[in-house]
Nanobody, 117 residues
């Protein structure tokens, strides 16, 4: 059974930092592209960042230079370091696993990030 469990969300002031983590189980982790997505109230879910097994990362323009995605294949973990947070980063952040060679994917339950003074 595939399970993705996010952690690390919370309330932070503008300009602050948070580190999100996603622990994966039940999958051959190295065969999956891992990603972080977010959904703000009243908006569609959007891509934040992805990282392939070898470490190649992509980012949404809105977070480039502020967020860093990383993964530890041995521990089956993916992280999102978020710096210089803005109020518009407020959203529920979801971890996603996309199989590299099939249409299989899986989502975590999400973790709330609120940026507010």
């Amino acid at each position: 059974q595939v399970q993705l469990v996010e952690s690390g969300g919370g309330l932070v002031q503008p300009g602050g930092s948070l580190r999100l983590s996603c622990a994966a189980s039940g999958i051959g982790f190295s065969a999956f592209i891992m990603g972080w997505y977010r959904q703000a109230p009243g908006k569609q879910r959007e891509l934040v960042a992805t990282i392939a097994s070898g470490g190649t990362a992509t980012y949404a323009d809105s977070v480039k230079g502020r967020f860093t995605i990383s993964r530890d294949n041995a521990k089956k973990m993916v992280h999102l370091q978020m710096n210089s947070l803005k109020s518009e980063d407020t959203a529920v952040y979801y971890c996603k696993a996309d199989h590299s060679y099939s249409n299989f994917d899986s989502w975590g339950q999400g973790t709330q990030v609120t940026v507010s003074s």
